[in-house]
């Protein structure tokens, strides 16, 4: 098989882009058509790039996140339009901050408005609130006390009338291990990473890293370059705290198993049902009214709508159907799943503030995967 326009993409970023290192696979119903790699997994330079290293893979995890909340809903633990507070009660008394002053909220915050950034929320993680309940609890700071430090923070907006990309799923987190009885680490465990077959795979890298962590590194804007970066997860400002958001540290065959389940019906590559098709266009159904569709085009660009924790695309554009949808990390992993071909993508490296992976090089992977693909008969 020829992937010409594929190798082309990764050509171009660790060439052009300055890219030391990185990671593509593309599956297929459940087998994997291609994969290639490129780089240094160490700054050093002594270790190539192989699908046994691990990566900080940030937003990402919204996806698993997102997945791991239908699945209660499948089970009717769970309904999108119950109020947060109904799981979590310092947010019965949660405030609207309006021109310098707090006042009740014109409608209450629900889990959806959670799945889809429009519950009020802010990514600020230093906030006068979340600083003293980090001093008072240390280590033992967990996703319910973030939780509950919002909630006296308080929104900045109505629930409802904006999107906001923002710590909304890092409370969806702290929902679910309040519904489950279950930390995240082992929701996710229990639910997805072991009916999967998923394995290297934690909220907690600690030893798991080892000599097989991928180096990450920095984007200097004004010269282009890359530099090596000592990097902790500043999303994670506690070493207990699980965040559904953003704090995954995972190899790129876990990723690529998630987002073959989402393009081929919720059924795993052992046969074995994950999540319904129903809970996945639930997932990729775009829930943003006209005016929060265009503070998130602020993020991402027309044609792309936004559901439960994932850009959604809303018509075929590029050669890029419909329906395709999937998201990204922060230091430039990205994934996609289309149910309509059973196809998924995902591209990994590792690089924070590079801002030429999402403008240049996410979209020529698309756009390359669906023109390569073309050629073949399934």
């Not at 999540?275 to 829930?287: A, F, K, L």
Request: hydrophobic share 35%.
């Amino acid at each position: 098989m020829d992937w010409e326009k594929l190798d082309l993409c990764l050509k171009m970023a660790h060439e052009i882009y300055h890219v030391p290192a990185g990671e593509c696979r593309v599956m297929h119903k459940g087998k994997v058509l291609y994969y290639q790699c490129f780089g240094f997994a160490d700054s050093q330079q002594h270790r190539p790039v192989s699908p046994e290293d691990m990566y900080y893979v940030f937003s990402l995890s919204k996806i698993f996140t997102n997945f791991a909340a239908m699945q209660l809903v499948e089970k009717g633990l769970l309904q999108v339009d119950d109020l947060v507070e109904d799981y979590l009660p310092s947010w019965k008394d949660i405030q609207v901050r309006d021109s310098g002053s707090l006042r009740s909220p014109k409608t209450r915050p629900t889990i959806e408005n959670l799945m889809t950034m429009t519950a009020g929320l802010n990514y600020e993680l230093t906030t006068p609130e979340i600083l003293q309940a980090l001093r008072s609890k240390g280590d033992q700071f967990h996703v319910r006390d973030l939780a509950d430090a919002l909630a006296i923070s308080g929104l900045d907006f109505d629930p409802g009338e904006h999107f906001c990309y923002s710590l909304c799923h890092d409370v969806l987190g702290a929902v679910l291990e309040k519904v489950s009885g279950k930390d995240l680490e082992t929701l996710m465990k229990d639910n997805i990473w072991s009916p999967c077959g998923m394995k290297d795979i934690t909220f907690f890298p600690g030893s798991m890293s080892g000599l097989r962590a991928s180096d990450m590194y920095v984007y200097n804007e004004e010269t282009g370059m890359v530099l090596p970066n000592a990097y902790s997860n500043e999303y994670v400002p506690a070493p207990n705290l699980v965040s559904g958001g953003a704090g995954l540290y995972s190899t790129s065959q876990n990723i690529s198993i998630i987002m073959d389940v989402l393009a081929n019906g919720g059924i795993s590559t052992q046969g074995v049902q994950i999540i319904s098709e129903d809970s996945i266009n639930e997932m990729r159904t775009n829930r943003l009214a006209p005016l929060q569709l265009s503070e998130f085009r602020n993020m991402k660009p027309d044609p792309y709508g936004y559901g439960y924790g994932v850009r959604t695309r809303l018509r075929n554009k590029d050669g890029v159907p419909e329906g395709e949808f999937g998201w990204d990390g922060a230091a430039g992993s990205y994934a996609l799943a289309d149910p309509s071909t059973g196809l998924s993508l995902v591209y990994m490296q590792h690089i924070r503030g590079h801002g030429p992976c999402y403008e240049i090089i996410h979209p020529c992977l698309t756009q390359a995967l669906y023109r390569d693909f073309s050629q073949f008969d399934y």
